[in-house]
């Protein structure tokens, strides 16, 4: 299994100068998920949904808090009233369903893809949410149904809409996922070059939890001896984290001889 399969959420970065959220942003990023999702009441369908997207996350990055996740996904989803708000909702679903599957706690790959394609109809096209919508439908097509062709063209939409909307986390992300791509394709300058993107930007924001993961990712591009500096760097991180994100030590432990890379 790809290690990339694993990245998880565009969502959310610091927002202005508003104390909550920057603290929220702070432990988040920290691999601190449950300490920032303790900050924000669920009274809201803004701050319900901003609180399950938290605790998804957790889920993929640790591996754990499955059944805390799914509880703020129900208060989410009981709280939504337009589209745009069921419409994300229903993307936190499909996420926590293709987490489910892809650590293989159960299989979920039905579900996430049933939950992604509601949320297509409800999100409006251009809308803020579709970026990320359409990134983790990159991520079902990449890593369930092993089609690298739709991956790609849903990577690049996302990309496009990431841009747009100035969200320079989502765009790590699919920096990130192109350039992986582009690497299984033989085509290194190009896999370099988005892998270096992603450390950018995870770097410029503070984002320490993506940060190990961007640099193991870039080490795989590089010839040695920058491919181990990378990769040392990474462990750094890693330990620092207290061995998050869990899925990372397989790919900072030195490959069996033979073993596949991808």
Known sequence: MAYSAMAGSGWG???????????????????CWADAAALLQPVTAATALQRAALLVERCLYTEQGWEE????????????????????????????????TLHGVRDRADEARAALGRAAALIAPGARGRALLDFR????????????Q???????????????????????????????????????????????????????LGYLVGTAPALA???????EPEASRLREEARRLYRLLGGVPTWLARHLSPPAAGAATA
């Open 13 to 31: 970065t610091t927002e202005g100068d508003d104390p909550l959220q920057t603290a929220v942003w702070r432990l988040r990023s920290r691999a």
């Open 150 to 204: 739709a991956a790609r063209a849903a990577y690049r939409r996302a990309h496009a809409g990431a841009t747009a909307h100035a969200d320079p986390l989502l765009l790590s992300f699919t920096w990130r996922h192109l350039a992986g791509l582009a690497l299984r394709d033989g085509e290194l300058a190009e896999a370099r070059h988005g892998f270096a993107e992603s450390l950018r930007i995870r770097e410029e």
């Open 217 to 223: 990712s870039l080490a795989d591009a590089e010839s």
């Open 69 to 100: 996740a799914e509880d703020a996904l129900r208060t989410a989803e009981a709280l939504a009233h337009g589209d745009d708000e069921r419409g994300a909702a229903a993307c936190e679903r499909g996420q926590l369903a293709y987490a489910a």
């Open 137 to 148: 439908r990159g991520l079902l097509a990449e890593n369930l149904t092993r089609s690298p």
